[in-house]
């Protein structure tokens, strides 16, 4: 009968009916074997006596029996019941915690996300590095500005959807092996701002030549992009792109992470997109040297001394973002 409660892999009602068929067929041969005895010794009071204790004993013994499996059970459900339950918290946690890497690592660049994650970064802690040799871009849709205003109220959220499409199919190319260095800084509206040679990694190649060689890549495949875009969406965007190459400082403000960069070559940068020509690059005359030291084939156009609005008078080129390339470019990527 004990061997039949240790039998913990059958079910617990299952385990009861045979111990108590065990113990009902213990007792009628208890029963037998007494009647054939007291009929032998003539001694039915002493046997009968002893046969009601052996009974009481075996009834006392399979109600125990029942009771402690019940309760040893009981405990080991509870106890697989909290080890699921503690399992499933455990993988819940772990997937916020994959989630928010992913979510920081979309925000910040590898390097400064690892900063921010480790335990013992103090939350008011300024994170701010000097860059040397860094390309900034600006890429505007200037007509943009022109759709949006054309629709009417009930249509802003598909300019706006339009507009979302635009900045993933930029942000997909980032994810191409040949554009790993250039780190997406934020978009401004219809502006979208990059930079190369941001990256601590003392192996990379961070030279002013490289850094800007492929931001005009990556220049040339926005622009293979939103032409297929505008085949698709019967619409006519055209990119106005300003780059600058020098020092900049990028870093983290405030407990809320968002990553960006300072310096005079951020804001030259911008004042060649936004004085710039739709359809070609601008840039300075220092940039120009540095691009034309990387390949001699870019095909400038002399656009000569301008006006730069909070810098003065500034010679400035234009590369065009010619029609035949973006669209070749676009059928290599």
């Keep these: 009968m004990c061997l039949v409660f240790a039998l913990y892999r059958l079910p617990y009602s ?53 009771f402690i499996t019940r309760i040893t059970e009981y405990e080991c459900k509870s106890e697989a019941s909290c080890n699921v339950a503690f399992k499933n918290e455990e993988r819940d946690v772990q997937l916020m915690q994959d989630i928010n890497r992913l979510l920081i690592d979309n925000i910040l660049p590898p390097t400064v996300a690892h900063k921010f994650l480790s335990h013992d970064r103090n939350t ?59 780190e997406k800084i934020k978009t401004v509206a219809s502006t979208y701002m990059a930079a190369a040679g941001l990256t601590d990694s003392d192996n990379a190649d961070n030279s002013p030549e490289r850094n800007a060689a492929v931001i005009v890549e990556f220049a040339q495949a926005m622009a293979s992009v939103l032409d297929q875009l505008n085949i698709d969406s019967f619409q006519n ?30 804001n030259i940068a911008s004042r060649m997109d936004s004085s710039g020509v739709i359809g070609y690059i601008q840039v300075n005359e220092e940039t120009k040297q540095i691009l034309s030291k990387k390949k001699s084939d870019y095909q400038w156009i002399y656009r000569g001394e301008i006006n730069i609005k909070g810098k003065g008078p500034m010679i400035t080129y234009l590369l065009k973002l010619s029609r035949k390339n973006r669209i070749n470019f676009y059928k290599l990527i």
Excluded at 243 to 259: S, T
Aim: proline share 4%.
């Design 14 to 66: 299952l385990r009861c009916f045979l111990a108590s068929l065990d113990c009902g067929f213990f007792l009628i041969l208890l029963v037998f074997f007494s009647t054939s005895v007291s009929n032998v010794l003539q001694s039915a009071p002493i046997i009968s006596c002893q046969i009601t204790i052996c009974f009481v004993n075996m009834i006392s013994l399979l109600l125990l029996l029942i």
């Design 237 to 266: 965007f055209e990119l106005r792109i300003g780059i600058n190459v020098g020092p900049v400082v990028a870093g983290v403000l405030g407990q809320k992470p968002q990553y960006d960069i300072w310096g005079n070559s951020v």
């Design 124 to 182: 008011d802690e300024l994170y701010a590095r000097d860059h040397d040799n860094v390309c900034v871009m600006f890429a505007s849709i200037p007509n943009f500005k022109e759709y949006w205003s054309e629709c009417d109220h009930t249509r802003k959220l598909e300019c706006l959807r339009l507009l979302n499409e635009i900045v993933c199919e930029f942000d997909k190319l980032l994810s191409k092996p040949k554009f790993s260095c250039i």
